[in-house]
């Protein structure tokens, strides 16, 4: 199941004479200090590529924008009637905030701004985007921005109504971007890149948004092997027979309480010619429903678990946009699914499992089963060879508690921390570095094996530095490696916002491909 495209082209007619359904500008709020030094107390300030529809209103766009009742705020979205003063039926107005001084807005303030006006233009087949842009080197990363912010915030999971809904108009089916000069192959080459980006972004959601029951861990493995394959990247797919021939302790004690059995997807992309001789590895926690197993969970909010999956289906579509981008570094991506349910076959605090590095884990709780899964194939990885590895999950409530619903948290080694930290801010996913102190350690100690899923007092504490302990155990001293929770990050339970829809986000598929392209120049 996919969700309706969008197609994105780049235009230097003059967005007054655009033969579109509707035309896009960026309006800024004014603060009380510009108020006070220019005399527009009350006013709003066109951004800059709104200058023809503006003669087209005779100067009175503002006056209008303002009866109707627009601040300018961002991400709000004002549509009015052109009445024929310009070709477009419509303007939609979409607040930028603040003007920053003369410079051009942030690429995420755009990126923001753009998917809110094309999701509020639902209905209206042909959208055009006139947003203010830089004339200096950052122009082509604010036209990757809003080609982004355009495709994201027009995305709509297709669901499963039987019964077409009158009040549900059609996403927007083209985008063109207004840009100075179409024919630019720098710009061009950010549209590409954009659509590319956004594409693994909106296969991300749609994997996160597929009801549970049809996306069980042996139809998610075939749906992304499918998916790989197409895409001309190797896949190898290890059952629930190899898995524990292979001795993936972790994976298969998860697996073993579903009637669907467990699955490793593994990914990989090579280079032409080799590449810059670095090798990346992705993991990706791929639980397609969480009960909690025997510690279950509460009933509240369970359906949301539909999400566990969010890390696999982000690692999977990365490399699916990696396989289109073609960066100089070899990356292989490490997918272990499982689906973590009670029954009398399900695995028990208090069981010992050998893990595939051969350690040995106590288990105290059922519901920590996503360090389970990835031990193993961070395992793996590392046995396979590589230079740098991420990983990224849903893996703590921690996080959110910690770090809210935006912000990722970030663990490891500290300079690939930063890193991570660093691609987050300029993509737009922020992160944040946590600490793995040695007292979170400690408390991880167990009489009976090598270490104990979680704090041995069944204490909270530092819960998602925790995880981030547990996993360093499974990691080789030579490799560089981050833990990226994006419990929080990776779905969104409230109203749609900027170019984040409800349900999966796609976070965080962009910070991985500013990552690898970020090795792949700089090692």
């Known amino acids: 199941m996919t969700s309706p495209s969008t197609t994105l082209s780049l235009v230097d007619t003059d967005p007054a004479e655009l033969a579109v359904d509707a035309i896009v500008i ?69 607040g930028l905030g603040a003007e920053p001084r003369g410079a051009a807005p942030e690429p995420e303030t755009l990126r923001r701004a753009a998917g809110a006006a094309v999701r509020a233009l639902a209905g209206a087949p042909r959208v055009a985007l006139a947003l ?118 972790g994976i298969i004690a998860v697996g073993q309480g579903s009637e669907a059995p467990p699955r490793l997807v593994k990914l990989t992309y090579t280079p032409d010619g080799g590449g810059t001789g670095k090798r990346v590895a992705l993991v990706g926690k791929g639980i397609t429903f969480d009960t909690g197993g025997v510690s279950i969970k509460p009933a509240q909010g369970m359906w949301e678990m539909k999400s566990d999956m969010a890390g696999a289906a982000a690692v999977a579509a990365t490399m699916l946009a990696v396989a289109e981008l073609k960066p100089s570094v070899a990356v292989t991506a490490y997918v272990p699914m499982a689906e973590n349910m009670p029954s009398g076959s399900s695995y028990r605090p208090g069981d010992v ?84 102190p040695d007292d979170v350690r400690k408390g991880m100690d167990s009489e009976v094996a090598d270490i104990s899923q979680v704090n041995a007092g069944m204490d909270r504490a530092g819960h998602m530095l925790q995880g981030g302990v547990f996993l360093r155990e499974f990691v080789t001293d030579e490799v560089d490696w981050a833990h990226i929770d994006i419990a929080g990050p990776s779905y969104h339970t409230g109203e749609a916002t900027g170019y984040w829809t409800k349900g999966g986000t796609g976070v965080p598929v962009r910070t991985l491909l500013h990552l690898i392209d970020d090795i792949a120049t700089h090692g």
């Open 26 to 94: 960026g309006v800024h709020s004014t603060t009380s200090e510009q108020d006070a030094t220019s005399g527009l107390a009350g006013t709003l300030l066109l951004a800059t590529g709104a200058e023809s529809i503006a003669a087209a209103f005779d100067g009175k766009l503002t006056e209008t924008l303002a009866l109707l009742g627009a601040t300018g705020g961002p991400g709000e979205v004002t549509k009015l009637a052109t009445l024929g003063t310009v070709t477009a039926p419509i303007i939609a107005v979409v």
């Open 353 to 436: 499992i050998t893990m595939y590095n051969g350690k040995k884990v106590e288990v105290l709780n059922t519901d920590a089963e996503g360090r389970m899964i990835l031990a193993d194939a961070i395992a793996r990885a590392c046995e396979d060879g590589c230079d740098y590895l991420f990983e990224t999950s849903t893996l703590t409530g921690g996080q959110v508690v910690a770090l809210g619903k935006r912000i990722s948290g970030v663990m490891g080694s500290t300079e690939l921390c930063e890193r991570v930290q660093t691609a987050g801010d300029a993509v737009g996913e922020p992160a944040w570095p946590m600490p793995l």
């Open 132 to 249: 203010p842009l830089p004339d200096d080197a950052d122009a082509t990363a604010a036209v990757r921005a809003v080609a982004e912010g355009a495709l994201l915030g027009g995305y709509r999971f297709a669901g499963y109504k039987t019964r077409p809904q009158p009040s549900r108009r059609e996403p927007v089916a083209e985008v063109l971007v207004a840009v100075p000069d179409a024919g630019d192959a720098a710009t061009q080459a950010e549209i590409s890149r954009a659509t590319a980006v956004a594409a693994a972004v909106r296969r991300t959601r749609d994997w996160v948004n597929i009801a549970p029951n049809e996306l069980r861990p042996p139809a998610f493995a075939d749906s992304v092997a499918e998916a790989a394959r197409a895409a001309g990247l190797g896949v190898e797919v290890l059952d629930e027979v190899a898995l524990r021939e292979g001795g993936y302790g």
